[in-house]
């Protein structure tokens, strides 16, 4: 099937294409290598709402940065890629969203594109995964947050932001999720990341360390080069200080200089698919939030773009 045959079997009852787009990119997926889409729903948030606003804060503060990278030495406008717009979604229980979530990744890679998801809550990221995981049945997860999300539910909630990688592990094996740098959790999803060997780097110290979390990773990413990753980026992994816009912001978290790092480490590997999540863009009147937000969409977009 063409690309642009595709997209019009998918578009009409999938998305809702006349918002505004992320800079730099294209409508028509024809020729693309990375499609981004947007999930505005925060149906299960516990604390502060606001998180189904964040994709259309990430698209409107791009036309602020620029194409290049120079950590990166990469520029999108030698990548071709489409902003597939904003999934169309029910309001409500999580459930369809997820479901919708997962027939919405399955339509972008069948137009041949590498996803990347803007959120919206991190529950919405299972049914991505799931999506992915049924195109490449050894894919493995790279989650970067605050919390551990590992509750079997949360407020009555079996698809709940606290429950992300929970329902992750219904597709995954326990051995194919790394869960970077978590600060936060239950007693008992501490135990479990311990006993599991999921945990990449540990405790509120490694915040002031970016080199040895760097080194951490590349210790836990050495038996997986060659296979195909997923990488969710729940943006509260992020300390308040730098990023306060976010639904569950969690103090003693990581800088940019952090996140720089685990992009050099996960460049040498196989990325096939990303998320950004839980940018509450009102929650943080200065703006900065966003910003930060589609910074890291555009990398994401570049490690894409650029990985075989």
């Known amino acids: 099937m063409a ?5 019009d079997r998918f578009e009409s009852d999938l998305f809702d ?23 505005p729903y925060d149906g299960t948030t516990s604390f502060r709402p606001g998180t189904r606003f ?14 290049y ?36 990744t399955s ?21 991505a995964v799931a999506a992915v995981a049924a195109r490449h049945p050894d894919l493995a997860l790279v989650q970067l947050d605050a919390h551990a999300d590992l509750r079997q539910s949360w407020l009555g909630a079996h698809h709940s932001h606290a429950c992300a990688m929970r329902r992750c592990l219904e597709v995954l094996p326990s051995g194919d999720l790394l869960q970077v740098a978590i600060r936060s ?12 060997g999921r945990l990449v780097g540990q405790g509120p110290g490694l915040s002031l360390q970016p080199e040895r979390l760097q080194a951490e990773l590349a210790v836990a990413l050495a038996p997986l080069r060659g296979r195909p990753i997923y990488l969710t980026v729940d943006l509260d992994w992020f300390d308040p200080a730098v990023l306060p816009g976010t639904g569950t912001p969690e103090p003693g978290g990581y800088h940019w200089g ?45 490690l894409l773009g650029q990985a075989q």
């Not at 918002?19 to 889409?37: H, K, N, Q, T, Y």
């Not at 239950?186 to 006993?195: A, G, H, M, Q």
């Open 3 to 7: 690309v642009s045959a595709a997209l």
């Open 17 to 39: 294409r006349d918002g505004a787009i992320f800079m730099g990119s294209r409508r028509d997926p024809e020729g693309c290598r990375v499609g981004l889409f947007g999930v």
């Open 54 to 67: 964040g994709p259309a804060a990430i698209r409107e503060v791009s036309s602020g940065l620029e194409t």
């Open 69 to 104: 990278d120079p950590q990166l030495n990469l520029d999108l406008d030698d990548l071709a890629f489409a902003d597939l717009g904003a999934l169309a979604i029910p309001f409500g229980a999580p459930e369809p969203v997820v479901a919708a979530v997962g027939e919405a």
């Open 107 to 127: 339509a972008v890679l069948e137009l041949g594109l590498r996803p990347l998801m803007l959120g919206g809550e991190h529950s919405i990221s299972s049914g």
């Open 185 to 196: 959790g239950t007693r008992e999803e501490f135990e479990e990341l311990r006993r599991s």
């Open 258 to 302: 952090h996140f720089a790092g685990l992009l050099e480490e996960l460049r040498h590997h196989r990325l096939v698919a990303a998320d950004v999540v839980e940018l509450a863009p009102g929650l943080d009147p200065s703006g900065v939030s966003a910003v930060l937000a589609a910074k890291v969409t555009r990398s994401l977009l570049l």
